[in-house]
Structures are given as C-alpha cells and as structure tokens.
C-alpha cells in the first residue's frame, strides 16, 4: 500500500466507496449519477439523481450516516483508515457557501468590536468549513464544549 | 426493498458477509428488521457508542420514508 502514491489510493477508495453507493442505489430503484474526485487529499463522492432529498435528511443526518458507513465498507476493502466525503445533490457544497458567508461575517464583527464571538452547536464537517474560512480571514478560532454541542469561538486578531 | 438494503450495506462492512440475514418482522412496535451476523462481527455493527447501529437504522428509515426499527443481534452457534 505504501507503494502506492497518495493520488492512485484515494481514487481507489472513491471507486470501492462508489461501487457500494451505486449497488445502494440499485436496490433502492433510485436514479442516481456518482461524481468521483479527490479533494484536499480526501476522495470526494458526489451523487446526483434530482430526488434523493430523503437521503440527505433533516441538517443532513442520513448524509452523515451513509459517509460514515461508506468509509467503513471502503477500510474493509482497502485495510485503511477513510476519510472519505459524500455530498448528495450539492448539499454539502451548498452548505459550505453559507458557512463561509457565516464565517465572514462574524470575522468582520470580531475585526470590529475586538471581542471574540461563539457560534452555535456544528458538526465535524461544519466546524472544519469554518475554521478554514477563519484562518483565510487572518483570525483565529477554537472549538469548545462536547458533541454534539461542540461550537467554534472566534477570536480577536 | 429495505431487507435488501440492509443486507447489502451491512455485508459490505463485516469480516463474514455470507453470515448475514436480514428478516423483517411486523410486530406491535411497527416494522423491524432483525439482521444476524457472525459473533464476530457483532461489535463493528454496533460501532463504539451504537454509532453504526444508528447510521444503519437512520439508512433505512430514510429508505423506508417513516421511522423503523433495526435489532442487531449474533447469529445462533
């Protein structure tokens, strides 16, 4: 395995991570395309069908679950640890886009008041869009508090 | 369909996939699916603080479009 560049094992989990999804699919006579990427040094799945909303679910539990099973029939596979992404009909993307609008914007607040500001309760997925979009900003910010209520404060320069 | 499903998304996660069974019991709590595996597989199932029991049951419940029940139990010697 440690032979194989990082590239080659990543498009190797999207593909056994696919494969899984898609045989899903099948059973479940749901339409569904899956994208296969590598992203951040992650394999990023993406599956398009234009009516698989229930397989998101409310903030995206069913999304979160399907991943986490994903990752876990892809290790079986590879013997490796996944780290591997989902996002159904553009989900996750558009959560990112309102994160980073989030993240901005308490940034510019904390810029101006010098006070640090929590947000609220995020999950994993979420904290980590934030964080990064913090750090761009040129400020910093830490998680506190347990799951599921862990949330970011983000402070003053 | 959702027996199916369930069959599938367990088989590709366990160490012993030909001992798995899903059977579907409609009983007074509603719908469940009792899924058997090899002993040792029982453990991954579960997942550390029932999280894979969880991801599954939310699986299926989302394919079956209404809340049902998945018990996860080891298969008989």
Not at chain 1, 83 to 88: A, F, K, P, Q, T
Not at chain 1, 133 to 140: D, F, K, N, V
Not at chain 2, 24 to 37: A, C, I, Q, W
């Given at each position: 395995?440690?032979?194989?560049?990082?590239?080659?094992?990543?498009?190797?989990?999207?593909?056994?991570?696919?494969?899984?999804?898609?045989?899903?699919?099948?059973?479940?006579?749901?339409?569904?395309?899956?994208?296969?990427?590598?992203?951040?040094?992650?394999?990023?799945?993406?599956?398009?069908g234009?009516?698989l909303?229930?397989?998101?679910?409310?903030?995206?539990?069913?999304?979160?679950?399907?991943?986490e099973?994903?990752?876990?029939?892809?290790?079986?596979?590879?013997?490796?640890?996944?780290?591997?992404?989902?996002?159904?009909e553009?989900?996750?993307?558009?959560?990112?886009?309102?994160?980073?609008?989030?993240?901005?914007?308490?940034?510019?607040?904390?810029?101006?008041?010098?006070?640090?500001?929590?947000?609220?309760?995020?999950?994993?997925?979420?904290?980590?869009?934030?964080?990064?979009?913090?750090?761009?900003?040129?400020?910093?910010?830490?998680?506190?508090?347990?799951?599921?209520?862990?949330?970011?404060?983000?402070?003053?320069? | 369909?959702?027996?199916?499903?369930?069959?599938?998304?367990?088989?590709?996660?366990?160490?012993?996939?030909?001992?798995?069974?899903?059977?579907?019991?409609?009983?007074?709590?509603g719908?469940?699916?009792?899924?058997?595996?090899?002993?040792?597989?029982?453990?991954?199932?579960?997942?550390?603080?029932?999280?894979?029991?969880?991801?599954?049951?939310?699986?299926?419940?989302?394919?079956?479009?209404?809340?049902?029940r998945?018990?996860?139990?080891?298969?008989?010697?």
């Amino acid at each position: 395995m440690s032979e194989k560049s990082l590239i080659a094992r990543l498009e190797e989990e999207g593909d056994r991570g696919a494969d899984y999804l898609e045989a899903l699919l099948d059973i479940a006579d749901l339409p569904g395309d899956i994208d296969i990427d590598v992203e951040n040094d992650r394999a990023a799945l993406a599956i398009v069908g234009g009516e698989l909303t229930h397989l998101i679910g409310d903030e995206g539990q069913v999304l979160e679950a399907l991943q986490e099973l994903t990752r876990m029939a892809v290790q079986r596979e590879t013997g490796e640890r996944s780290r591997l992404m989902l996002d159904i009909e553009g989900f996750r993307a558009k959560k990112k886009d309102e994160l980073r609008a989030l993240a901005e914007s308490t940034a510019e607040e904390v810029k101006k008041s010098g006070v640090s500001v929590a947000l609220k309760p995020m999950n994993a997925f979420e904290r980590k869009v934030i964080h990064d979009a913090i750090g761009e900003l040129g400020l910093s910010s830490e998680s506190e508090g347990e799951e599921p209520e862990r949330y970011i404060v983000v402070l003053p320069a | 369909m959702i027996d199916e499903a369930l069959e599938h998304l367990i088989k590709g996660i366990v160490d012993h996939p030909s001992d798995v069974v899903v059977s579907e019991k409609n009983g007074r709590r509603g719908l469940t699916y009792e899924v058997r595996v090899h002993p040792e597989d029982i453990g991954k199932v579960i997942g550390r603080a029932g999280r894979t029991a969880k991801a599954l049951r939310t699986v299926a419940s989302a394919l079956a479009r209404r809340p049902i029940r998945v018990d996860l139990l080891e298969a008989d010697e």
